[in-house]
């Protein structure tokens, strides 16, 4: 596996995923990155490195599950001809299944989640030839026998998987969560342990930037 990602001029960087990437993008005061960690890390690139003229774009959408991804990959994700493909998905998959269950709608198991996330990565590097970046979804939790952060644990380890089969660089958010939970607690970093404050998002940035090496 690659350990990162070597920037060329005019790369397009595109970050996908639910409302943790989306970050109100679609509201003016946000446009076009958001207020989250694309912000950040996007902004971080283009400061740094000004002179390759990268373009960086984001195509979150709030409440997206993986098939929702699915649904919309054609224009959301491949039609941007992304050089760099960034990825955060699957929160919602077990949030709605595991605390909405007769509201689960399209929703899918940790299974169906590794099939159908393949099948995206693969289609993205036949039409792209993109590089991959796959960033563990991930819940602010410090109790691990905790009924929601049991049900995402098979979706962090597909995603893991994911990234060593197709040797993109993986963002390990769910594992540096839980060092650092001990020492700030969960309530200091998301209102909901699922959607981060402002710093998190920051903090986000910074795990993105680190394991990339941008």
Known sequence: MERTIRLEPQ???????????????????YRPLGYGYVHFAGNFLLARHPALDLRIVNTGVSGDTITDLENRWQT??????????????GINDVWRRTMEPDFAGNA?????????YEQLLVRAKEQCKCRLILMEPFLFCRDQRDELY?????YVEAVRRLAARHEALLV??????????GEVPPQRWSEDTVHPYLWAHAWIAQRWLEATGL
């Not at 960087?13 to 679609?26: K, L, N, Y």
């Open 172 to 181: 390990p958010l769910q594992s540096r969560i839980d060092r650092q939970i």
């Open 11 to 29: 790369d397009t960087i595109v970050f996908t995923g639910d409302s943790i990437t989306a970050a109100e993008r679609r509201r003016q005061a």
């Open 76 to 89: 959301d994700c491949l039609a941007h001809r992304p050089s760099i493909l960034s990825i955060l998905a």
């Open 150 to 154: 049991r049900a995402l644990m098979p």
């Open 108 to 116: 899918v198991g940790p299974a169906k989640y590794e099939v159908t």
